[in-house]
């Protein structure tokens, strides 16, 4: 079956600090891969999406930045973060572009600048 | 891609009927509707998803009006477990909206 983890699960970052969240998918290939990111008692906001290797497609123009370095492999990245960066962020992958396919989530990062 | 236009929060009774709207009058004629719910400090989870028929699976029920721009999630029996926000969604890039907050009620 199929399995999606990102870590870590919570940081506390200063302002100005570099952040890596890292995800990764099992049991499937070549799938869609997403970062979304979900601010106190706010709805989804979809921030970068992927459709493979190298492939990224940024939906929020912001200090963050997405990689695939590998097919079941995603990362959230800054180089100086804000305070406004802090929130729920959640890794979610799909089987494909599909829209019948069904979208599956991470457990999430919990994020706070300070 | 289409998106989605749904009631901030809403209220039920424990063991009553839910009815859960959402809008997508932007919907094209090959996405699917799809519904997620999100309990605290988790990662929204997979509830139903339709095209153009009435749908039905053993935690709710999804019913889609005639010209598809809008569809209703149903809950029949509304459990304390229910308490979530719930995210109706439609095309290929999963965007999703603020999502509707249901609170049961004892």
């Known amino acids: 079956s199929q399995t999606i983890h990102q870590w870590p699960a919570t940081l506390v970052q200063p302002v100005g600090s570099p952040l890596s969240l890292e995800c990764t998918v099992e049991?499937?290939?070549?799938?869609?891969l997403y970062w979304y990111r979900q601010a106190a008692g706010r709805g989804l906001q979809l921030l970068f999406y992927?459709?493979?290797?190298?492939?990224i497609s940024s939906e929020v123009p912001q200090n963050l930045s997405a990689s695939r370095p590998q097919d079941r492999q995603f990362i959230l990245s800054s180089k100086k973060l804000l305070l406004s960066d802090s929130g729920f962020y959640l890794c979610?992958?799909?089987?494909?572009?599909?829209?019948?396919?069904?979208?599956?989530f991470g457990e999430g990062s919990w994020l706070t600048v300070v | 891609d289409a998106k989605t236009t749904q009631p901030n929060s809403m209220e039920s009774n424990e063991e009553e009927p839910v009815h859960l709207p959402c809008n997508h009058s932007?919907?094209?004629?090959?996405?699917?509707i799809h519904w997620y719910r999100q309990l605290p400090s988790q990662g929204p989870e997979y509830v139903i998803h339709?095209?153009?028929s009435n749908v039905n699976n053993r935690m709710a029920s999804l019913a889609i009006a005639e010209d598809r721009k809008s569809s209703t999630l149903i809950l029949h029996r509304a459990t304390l477990r229910d308490a979530a926000v719930y995210y109706c969604?439609?095309?290929?890039?999963?965007?999703f909206g603020t999502g509707t907050s249901l609170t049961v009620i004892p």
């Open positions: 932007t919907i094209s004629g090959t996405d699917y």
């Open positions: 992927s459709v493979g290797i190298g492939q």
């Open positions: 049991g499937t290939s070549n799938p869609n």
């Open positions: 969604s439609t095309g290929n890039q999963f965007y």
């Open positions: 979610a992958w799909s089987p494909g572009q599909y829209s019948g396919n069904t979208i599956y």
């Open positions: 339709g095209l153009t």
